[in-house]
């Protein structure tokens, strides 16, 4: 069974910097599409950042140049560093996987979920 769990939200100033981390059991990481994902209550989830089995990322536009994903397969763990942080990036956030080396830009595709650490960015 393939287990996700986050940490390394918190609170912080516009400006700061926090780095999630999502540690996974049940599963090789290094062999699957892995995500990072948020949503604002009222609001859609949406995705972040992902990283693919070959290492090709992808960031949506708003994050571009401040967050950056990646992964430690030796502990079977992904990282999003996340620098330069504002006021709108204030959410939860979930770590997924999709069980194909290729990621997807719909939610729907993907396998597994962690149940999300929340961030928060004062002004």
């Known amino acids: 069974q393939v287990q996700l769990e986050e940490s390394g939200g918190g609170s912080v100033q516009s400006g700061g910097s926090l780095r999630l981390s999502c540690v996974v059991s049940?599963?090789?990481?290094?062999?699957?599409?892995w995500g990072w994902f948020r949503q604002t209550p009222g609001n859609e989830r949406e995705e972040v950042a992902s990283?693919?089995?070959?290492?090709?990322?992808y960031y949506t536009d708003s994050v571009k140049g401040r967050f950056t994903i990646s992964r430690d397969n030796a502990k079977n763990t992904m990282f999003l560093q996340m620098n330069s942080l504002k006021p709108e990036d204030t959410a939860m956030y979930y770590c997924?996987?999709?069980?194909?080396?290729?990621?997807?830009?719909?939610?729907?595709?993907?396998?597994?979920w962690g149940l999300g650490t929340q961030v928060t960015v004062s002004s």
């Open positions: 997924a996987a999709r069980d194909y080396a290729m990621c997807s830009r719909s939610l729907a595709d993907y396998n597994y």
């Open positions: 049940g599963s090789t990481i290094s062999r699957k599409c």
């Open positions: 990283i693919e089995v070959i290492g090709r990322t």
